[in-house]
Nanobody, 126 residues
Framework: QVQLVESGGGSVQAGGSLRLSCAASGYTYNLACMGWFRQAPGKEREGVAR???????GVVDFVQGRVTISQDNAKNTLYLQMDSLQPEDTAMYYC????????????????????WGQGTQVTVSS
C-alpha cells in the first residue's frame, strides 16, 4: 500500500511561482516512476512531468521551461517547481506513482500509474 499526499497549492498571480510537494509513505521501495498530472474543470487529466529512479525527467511541452520536477529520496518526497505561472495553469494538480519505470517510449497517461494523491488546487489569476 502506498499513500501520496500533495501540498503547496494555492492562489497566485500570473508570473508567480509555486512549489508543490508530494509525500509518499507506505511500501515505496518498488516505485520506479513518479509524476505530476493536472486537471482543469471540464478537461481531461493530463500529464505534466515525470521522473524515474535514475533521475531522468520528462516535462510536457505546454509547461516546458517553466516547470521542474525533482525528488528527495531520503524524504520520499516529490516536488514540482512551477514558475511564470499563467491563468491556463489553473487546475487540480495530482501526484502519482507507478511500478516498473516510466516507460519513456510512451506518453505520460493516467492509466500508467498505480497510486494517486488527493490533489492540490492551483489557481492563477491575471
Amino acid at each position: 500500500q502506498v499513500q501520496l499526499v500533495e501540498s503547496g497549492g494555492g492562489s497566485v498571480q500570473a508570473g508567480g511561482s509555486l512549489r508543490l510537494s508530494c509525500a509518499a509513505s507506505g511500501y515505496t521501495y518498488n516505485l520506479a516512476c513518479m509524476g505530476w498530472f493536472r486537471q482543469a474543470p471540464g478537461k481531461e487529466r493530463e500529464g505534466v512531468a515525470r521522473i524515474d529512479a535514475n533521475g531522468r525527467t520528462g516535462v510536457v511541452d505546454f509547461v516546458q521551461g517553466r516547470v521542474t520536477i525533482s525528488q528527495d529520496n531520503a524524504k520520499n518526497t516529490l516536488y514540482l517547481q512551477m514558475d511564470s505561472l499563467q491563468p491556463e495553469d489553473t487546475a487540480m494538480y495530482y501526484c502519482a506513482a507507478q511500478k516498473g519505470g516510466c516507460e519513456w517510449s510512451r506518453l505520460q497517461t493516467p492509466a500508467m500509474y498505480d497510486y494517486w494523491g488527493q490533489g492540490t488546487q492551483v489557481t492563477v489569476s491575471s
